[in-house]
C-alpha cells in the first residue's frame, strides 16, 4: 500500500519541485540581471521538462527502459490530443506562423528521427535495436539546433517571458528553494519509477504501457495547469508554443539524455507508438489548415481528446 502513496506523492513533489526550482532559479537570474528572455528560454523552459527528465534519467540509471521511452512518446502524444484538446475546448486556439511553418514540423521530424535510429534493426538487419549513446549525441546536437534558433526568434520579437511573471525573493530563500525544488525532484522522480515497475509487475502488463499512460500523464500535468491557464486568459499562442516546444525537448533533450545515461533497448511493439507520436504530429499540421487557418476550433478540440481516450483505451485493451 505504501508503494501507491509513493507513487501518487512522487508526482506531487515533482511538480511542485519542479515549479520551486523554477521560482528559486528565475529569482536569482532576475537579481543577476540576466535577460527575461534567456530566464524564459533557458530557466524556464528546461524547468518544466524536469519531470519527465528526472523520471527518465532514474528509469534509465535503473535499467527500466521502457519506462524511459514509453514517458516521452506518450508524453508527446497526450500533450497534442489531450493537453491541446482541452485548451482548444477552453479557448480556440490560434497559432503563430513560426509554430505552424517552423516549429511544428521540427517536432515531426523529431518524432520521425526517434522512429528511425530505434529501427536499426529493420534498417539494416544487425546490431543494437534501440537509441545508442551516439544516437544520443546526435539529438543533443539537434536540440542545440532548436535552441539556437528559438533564442534568434525570441531577441527578434523582444517577447520576454511571453506574459510569465518573475517573482524576485532574497538569495537566501531562493536557494532554499531550489534545493526543495531539486529534493522534491529527486524523491518524486524515484518514487514515480519505483511504482510504475511495481504496478507493471503486480497487474502483469508491460512498463512501457505503464509509462505510456500513467506516467507519461502525470508528467504532463506542468505542460496541462501552464497551457490551460494559458487557453482562459485567451493567450493561446503560447499554449500551442509551450506544447510544440515541449514535444521537442522531450525526444531532442531528454531522449538524448537519457540513452547517453544508458543506451535505450527498443521493443518492436513501440513502433505503434511511434507512429502515433508521428500521426498526432501530423494531425496537428493538418488542423491547422482545416477550417479557421491556423486555429484548433473546440470541435476539433473535443476530437482530439477523443481519439486520446480511444488511444489509451487500446493500449489498456492490448496491454
Not at 95 to 121: H, R, Y
Not at 195 to 204: D, K, M, S, T, Y
Not at 276 to 286: C, D, H, Q, R, Y
Not at 298 to 318: D, S
Amino acid at each position: 500500500m505504501l508503494i501507491y502513496i509513493l507513487f501518487v506523492l512522487g508526482f506531487l513533489l515533482l511538480i511542485k519541485g519542479a515549479d520551486l526550482l523554477v521560482d528559486g532559479s528565475s529569482s536569482i537570474a532576475k537579481k543577476l540581471k540576466i535577460s527575461s528572455i534567456v530566464i524564459g528560454l533557458t530557466i524556464v523552459a528546461f524547468g518544466t521538462s524536469a519531470p519527465e527528465l528526472i523520471v527518465n534519467i532514474f528509469a534509465s540509471i535503473s535499467g527500466n527502459t521502457e519506462i524511459a521511452i514509453g514517458n516521452v512518446l506518450g508524453s508527446n502524444i497526450a500533450n497534442v490530443l489531450l493537453v491541446l484538446g482541452i485548451c482548444a475546448i477552453i479557448y480556440p486556439i490560434k497559432a503563430k506562423k513560426n509554430t505552424v511553418s517552423k516549429e511544428i514540423p521540427f517536432a515531426l521530424l523529431a518524432a520521425i528521427i526517434v522512429g528511425i535510429a530505434a529501427n536499426d534493426f529493420l534498417i539494416d538487419g544487425t546490431g543494437f535495436s534501440g537509441l545508442t549513446r551516439i544516437d544520443g549525441i546526435v539529438f543533443i546536437s539537434f536540440f542545440a539546433i532548436f535552441l539556437y534558433y528559438t533564442f534568434g526568434i525570441a531577441k527578434l520579437k523582444d517577447s520576454g517571458m511571453n506574459g510569465i511573471e518573475i517573482t524576485e525573493h532574497g538569495y537566501a530563500k531562493s536557494i532554499i528553494y531550489i534545493l526543495l525544488g531539486l529534493a522534491g525532484l529527486t524523491f518524486g522522480g524515484k518514487w514515480i519509477v519505483d511504482g510504475a515497475v511495481h504496478i507493471a509487475e503486480i497487474f502483469n502488463v508491460s512498463q512501457s504501457l505503464i509509462g505510456l499512460t500513467v506516467v507519461a500523464i502525470g508528467t504532463s500535468l506542468p505542460e496541462l495547469a501552464t497551457s490551460a491557464v494559458a487557453a482562459y486568459k485567451k493567450n493561446t499562442d503560447i499554449a500551442i508554443g509551450n506544447i510544440v516546444g515541449s514535444n521537442i525537448f522531450n525526444i531532442f533533450w531528454i531522449l538524448g539524455v537519457s540513452s547517453i545515461i544508458r543506451p535505450l533497448p527498443f521493443q518492436f511493439s513501440s513502433n505503434f507508438d511511434i507512429g502515433m507520436t508521428i500521426f498526432v504530429s501530423i494531425l496537428l499540421f493538418a488542423l491547422m489548415f482545416i477550417g479557421k487557418k491556423h486555429v484548433i476550433e473546440r470541435w476539433q478540440g473535443i476530437l482530439m481528446v477523443v481519439i486520446y481516450v480511444a488511444y489509451v483505451a487500446f493500449l489498456i485493451i492490448g496491454g
